[in-house]
């Protein structure tokens, strides 16, 4: 993809920001209907910058190298290795590694920034 919703000296709210559905699969939803939402806003280099959105429920994954900041909402990460779990709410800064497998515990709706 090379065009993106922000380019260049420009601005987005990250609350205004529609995103695509992205069907989860459903073997990784634990509990609940969540829905998931996500969008790429620019390309750097080789790096990707996004929204993406998980709605109230519980959902496993796997994840990727990312930074992130949490725009809106509440959640807990907690991590199959035993890492300690990550309390999330708008203006947490996290970062996840690639492969850590994870379980989602989204209270109220989470919207976050990621750079992967």
Same mark, same amino acid.
């Given at each position: ?14 609350? $205004? ?47 990727? $190298? ?51």
């Amino acid at each position: 993809m090379t065009d993106h919703l922000l380019a260049p000296n420009t601005v987005l709210q990250g609350a $205004d920001v529609a995103l695509a559905d992205n069907p989860l699969a459903p073997e990784d939803v634990v509990s609940g209907s969540p829905r998931s939402g996500i969008v790429t806003l620019a390309a750097v280099g080789d790096t990707e910058v996004g929204v993406w959105e998980l709605g109230v429920g519980v959902v496993q994954d796997t994840e990727i $190298d990312e930074v992130f900041v949490v725009l809106s909402g509440e959640a807990t990460v907690d991590f199959a290795d035993g890492t300690p779990s990550l309390e999330l709410r708008a203006g947490s800064i996290g970062r996840l590694a690639a492969g850590a497998r994870t379980t989602w515990t989204v209270r109220e709706t989470l919207r976050k920034v990621y750079v992967a």
